[in-house]
């Protein structure tokens, strides 16, 4: 994902309160995204909405680098936010982990 010079890093939370191999509801401004830890300093954020039926897919299961929707599995990968096998996709967001804390780019132009 690129960032451009309205990208914006804030801090979300601090890394050992996202339980490992599992998503997490953040709200951020108008924002409602999932923050995935998948281990070894690894976080991905997305939008926390299923493009099916906005299942909330914080609350999805995590395999490898994919989550699964918990309400009828579609399955997202959650670097490109886009349904794998199917058609969807959901915004993704740069993550950057410093210091046990946990940032995510905003674009301020939108
Ligand atoms: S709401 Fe996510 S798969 Fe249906």
Redesign the pocket.
Known sequence: MNTTEQTKWYLISETHLFPEREGKRVHFKDYDIAVFNLGNGRFRAIDNT?P????PLADGIVAGENVF?P????KIDLGSGCAVEANGKVRSYPVQVYNAKVYVAFDEGE
């Open positions: 299923c099916h039926k906005q299942g929707c309400l009828h599995a579609l």
